[in-house]
């Protein structure tokens, strides 16, 4: 027995899809996530052509309320989703008009699965980015609380993670602050660019009924309607700078996963995970292994995965919709979904971990950290040039090296045989502590550094 036509086009069809060929097409299976906003967009729509004459106040009243109950039969899980009617908005259309009859028929005048389409994945994007929006601002204060907390205490800082120079805790915590704060105004940036409305734009090249596209615009909140049709159904570039913009947040999550995955080795120690983001080992009863850490770092694979996906999706399509476009989805679902999840681990890990303050400060006198602020000592002492100054602080650095001490345990007669000017005042210089109270240059990593900018964060995040 032959299949019968899809009865929202199948006018013209005498037979039905091969039972592949519906597989193939349907996107109802990942596209009901989005109902609310196609009855939104639907119920926006309707009202607009009421006011506009082409359909009756009743029509528009029956579609509205009709739209509402397919609304609860969904959230309550009572909705009869069906393949053959391939999409959301097929499906929302085909039980509105079961539950209400011809009228249903009316609300796709001057519509098109097109700009219907564009209007509803442009809704749930911007929705997305401003949930992106609200779990940065949560990180951004767990890491400020840990930078209050740790404004002057010294750990090392790192370049090629080598010891580099001795830096504070809170300043630490701070750059990400800084890295998060631009996540969130790319997300910002992206919203204000996808804030207008393609609905109207119909199949294609706009319609011949009277539509109002600023009522329904301002109904859906956007700020005005696109000002070209085929742009309106032809553009994802909403997505992809959504896309863009989350794979970038992912990368300094990935950074800073990586960070709390080699500072809670036991070979580390600079901070402790709590039990409630920790695991443990089936067969090493010694372990505690951050997961959650390790996953928020691989997480960046399949978010900047979708990113890539795409773009190679809409590289070369000719103007305006193709069934490509269906494939702009799926894909981007999961990356909003596991950028959340993974701000959430994240927002939770810092606000639960502790700094093993001992542990960094014996670390940053190691490594020979304090080898800058001598040669500096140097310069500003006794008018060595910047490079001769390297020099002589290279020579004493080998000479710790081979008697298996730090810099500030040679004396000055061994300080002396290397260049007879040294004073003792040098030693000053040579503690971690004086190290980073030194650094008051603006942005630079002084506790009084630090605490300035903690109040500017929180006046910011509050
Ligand atoms: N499910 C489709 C999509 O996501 C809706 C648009 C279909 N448009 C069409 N002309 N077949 O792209």
């Given amino acids: 027995m032959t299949k019968s036509a899809n009865t929202m086009w199948g006018g013209r069809f005498a037979a039905g899809p091969d039972a592949i060929m519906e597989a193939i097409n349907a996107s109802i299976g990942y596209d009901r996530r989005l109902a609310p906003q196609d009855i939104a967009g639907s119920?926006?729509?309707?009202?607009?052509?009421?006011?506009?004459?082409?359909?009756?106040?009743?029509?528009?009243?029956?579609?509205?309320?009709?739209l509402l109950t397919v609304l609860s039969e969904i959230e309550t899980g009572d909705f009869p989703f069906s393949t053959a009617l391939e999409d959301i908005h097929m499906n929302v259309e085909a039980r509105l008009r079961d539950l209400i009859g011809e009228p249903a028929g009316r609300l796709h005048t001057a519509r098109s699965r097109n700009d219907q389409?564009?209007?509803?994945?442009?809704?749930?994007?911007?929705?997305?980015?401003?949930?992106?929006d609200e779990a940065l601002a949560a990180l951004c204060r767990a890491l400020l609380a840990q930078a209050e907390a740790g404004a002057d205490w010294v750990m090392p800082g790192f370049t090629h993670l080598q010891t580099a120079q001795p830096v504070t805790w809170g300043h630490h915590m701070l750059a990400y602050v800084e890295m998060f704060a631009r996540?969130?105004?790319?997300?910002?940036?992206?919203?204000a660019r996808m804030n207008t409305s393609p609905l109207g734009a119909a199949a294609l090249a706009g319609t011949s009924f009277p539509i109002d596209r600023q009522m329904t615009a301002t109904a859906l909140g956007f700020d005005r309607p696109m000002s070209n049709s085929l742009d309106a159904v032809a553009d994802r570039d909403f997505a992809l700078e959504f896309l863009a913009s989350a794979s970038i947040c992912a990368m300094h999550l990935s950074r800073l996963a990586e960070e709390l995955v080699i500072w809670s080795s036991a070979q580390f120690r600079f901070v402790k995970m709590s039990d409630k983001w920790s695991t443990g080992s089936s067969i090493m009863p010694q372990k505690r292994n951050?997961?959650?850490?390790?996953?928020?770092?691989?997480?960046?694979g399949r978010i900047f995965g979708a990113n890539v996906a795409l773009m190679t999706v809409m590289k070369g399509l000719p103007l305006t919709y193709s069934k490509d476009m269906q494939e702009d989805k799926e894909q981007t679902f999961d990356a909003a979904d596991n950028l959340m999840l993974a701000l959430?681990?994240?927002?939770?890990?810092?606000?639960?971990?502790?700094?093993?303050?001992?542990?960094?400060?014996?670390?940053?006198?190691?490594?020979?950290?304090?080898?800058?602020?001598?040669?500096?000592?140097?310069?500003?002492?006794?008018?060595?040039?910047?490079?001769?100054?390297?020099?002589?602080?290279?020579?004493?650095?080998?000479?710790?090296?081979?008697?298996?001490?730090?810099?500030?345990?040679?004396?000055?007669?061994d300080m002396q045989s290397v260049h007879d000017g040294i004073r003792a005042d040098v030693f000053d210089v040579l503690g971690v502590e004086n190290s980073v109270a030194s650094r008051t240059s603006f942005g630079g990593t002084a506790p009084s550094q630090v605490r300035a900018q903690v109040a500017h964060w929180k006046e910011v995040l509050k």
């Fill in 117 to 132: 389409v564009a209007v509803d994945f442009r809704l749930w994007v911007r929705d997305q980015c401003d949930q992106a």
């Fill in 183 to 191: 996540d969130r105004s790319r997300f910002a940036d992206a919203r």
């Fill in 290 to 300: 951050p997961d959650a850490a390790e996953l928020i770092r691989a997480k960046i």
């Fill in 43 to 66: 119920r926006a729509h309707a009202a607009m052509l009421a006011a506009t004459g082409i359909i009756s106040d009743n029509d528009a009243k029956a579609i509205r309320e009709g």
């Fill in 344 to 413: 959430a681990a994240m927002t939770g890990m810092v606000a639960d971990m502790t700094a093993e303050r001992d542990n960094l400060k014996a670390a940053a006198a190691g490594g020979f950290s304090t080898a800058t602020d001598l040669a500096d000592w140097l310069v500003r002492e006794l008018g060595l040039p910047f490079r001769d100054a390297h020099h002589v602080t290279g020579s004493l650095v080998a000479m710790a090296e081979g008697k298996d001490c730090d810099l500030p345990d040679l004396t000055l007669a």
